[in-house]
């Protein structure tokens, strides 16, 4: 991966507390695992910032090289690698996620 990729990507995932590499962007996702991450974000109440890895296809792959991780989306929270969608949704599922957000200062509420 390019330096400037790289210093791109770092940039991205530093630029909130929350941040989701996705296909699409959170109001139209382009992928139903980039959805399902949405999903979880907005049940939550979480407040997130995403990044479309389509408009940019070095980020798109040197995403995945950032992280040692195959596949998008990518969730990251205070700087920190989470995981994709199947990791998402199972952390949420077993509230692991809800602890983790709060661990980390992050208010998640699940909405009615």
């Known amino acids: 991966m ?3 990729t790289r210093e791109h990507i770092q940039e991205e995932v530093s630029s909130g ?3 989701l590499f996705m296909k699409g962007t959170p ?3 382009q992928c139903g695992f980039s959805a399902t991450v ?3 974000l907005n049940h939550m109440g979480v407040t997130f910032k995403g990044v479309d ?3 940019d296809a070095a980020v798109r792959e040197g995403i995945k090289e950032f992280s ?13 690698f989470v ?5 998402i949704r199972e952390m949420f599922e077993t509230g692991e996620l809800t602890e983790l957000l709060s661990t980390r200062g992050i208010d998640a509420q ?3």
């Open 27 to 29: 109001v139209f996702p």
């Open 83 to 87: 995981g994709c969608c199947d990791i």
């Open 38 to 40: 949405v999903q979880v």
């Open 53 to 55: 890895v389509l408009q």
């Open 2 to 4: 390019e330096e400037q």
């Open 17 to 19: 507390d929350v941040v």
């Open 68 to 80: 040692s991780w195959p596949t998008i989306p990518q969730l990251y929270v205070k700087g920190e």
């Open 110 to 112: 699940p909405q009615g």
